[in-house]
């Protein structure tokens, strides 16, 4: 089973980027898909989480207005759509499954999730 992240890059503050994780060996209607983002010496963070099979969604106040998560299951394809971004949103972005649990505020813990992609970095910046 494996997670893939792409979509990141160097933008502009104000600017929007879509990020996408695409996912092989395991179906993800079967899983919880966050994202989260960690910014050099700080914590990772909880960004997002959508579940397709309980309709469960969850999306961090830091992000909620600005920030939206889809996905697409006929590409086994999950979204995170990122607007007005700030350099504070500076990270680097990663996606992970979770197959016990609906996504819920408690969807942060990043203890909850069992596969991890490699991460995508995106960097606003003027």
């Known amino acids: 089973a494996q997670l893939v992240e792409s979509g990141g890059g160097l933008v502009q503050p104000g600017s929007s980027l879509r990020l996408s994780c695409a996912a092989s060996g395991f179906t993800l209607d079967e899983y919880a898909i966050g994202w989260f983002r960690q910014a050099p010496g700080k914590e990772r963070e909880g960004v997002s989480c959508?579940?397709?099979?309980?309709?469960?969604?969850y999306v961090a106040d830091s992000v909620k207005d600005r920030f939206a998560i889809s996905r697409d299951n006929a590409s086994n394809t999950v979204y995170l759509q990122m607007n007005s971004l700030k350099p504070e949103d500076t990270a680097v972005y990663y996606c992970?499954?979770?197959?016990?649990?609906?996504?819920?505020?408690?969807?942060?813990?990043?203890?909850?999730?069992?596969?991890w992609g490699q991460g995508t970095q995106v960097s606003v910046s003027v």
């Open positions: 992970a499954g979770d197959y016990r649990n609906q996504c819920s505020r408690r969807s942060h813990i990043s203890g909850r999730y069992d596969y």
């Open positions: 959508i579940r397709i099979g309980d309709g469960s969604t």
